[in-house]
């Protein structure tokens, strides 16, 4: 437990940070799971668009590191260019 009125408030603040960063994943993990389940190009192409900047906005901010948004984005046009 800790014994500063610091780490008592870096405490209370890490806490807060790691709920907000949960709820960012799971909205990842939603997004990038509809994008894997479309059925259509067209369907999958639309999808690409939204997750593309919820992953550069998660690296922004830090949340998660720029090169897992740069090797997913990667993936996902990978995945658009294989679909016929």
């Given at each position: 437990?800790a014994?500063?009125?610091?780490?008592?408030?870096?405490?209370?603040?890490?806490?807060k940070?790691?709920?907000?960063?949960?709820?960012y994943?799971?909205?990842?993990?939603t997004?990038l799971r509809?994008?894997?389940?479309?059925s259509s190009?067209?369907?999958?192409?639309?999808?690409l668009?939204?997750?593309?900047?919820?992953?550069?906005?998660?690296?922004?901010?830090?949340?998660?590191?720029k090169?897992?948004a740069a090797?997913t984005?990667s993936?996902?046009?990978h995945k658009?260019?294989?679909?016929?």
């Amino acid at each position: 437990m800790a014994n500063h009125k610091s780490a008592k408030k870096r405490i209370k603040t890490n806490e807060k940070a790691r709920l907000r960063n949960r709820r960012y994943m799971i909205k990842l993990r939603t997004a990038l799971r509809t994008f894997r389940e479309a059925s259509s190009k067209d369907e999958a192409q639309g999808l690409l668009n939204d997750n593309v900047a919820l992953l550069d906005s998660l690296a922004g901010k830090g949340i998660i590191h720029k090169n897992r948004a740069a090797r997913t984005k990667s993936r996902m046009y990978h995945k658009i260019a294989k679909m016929s």
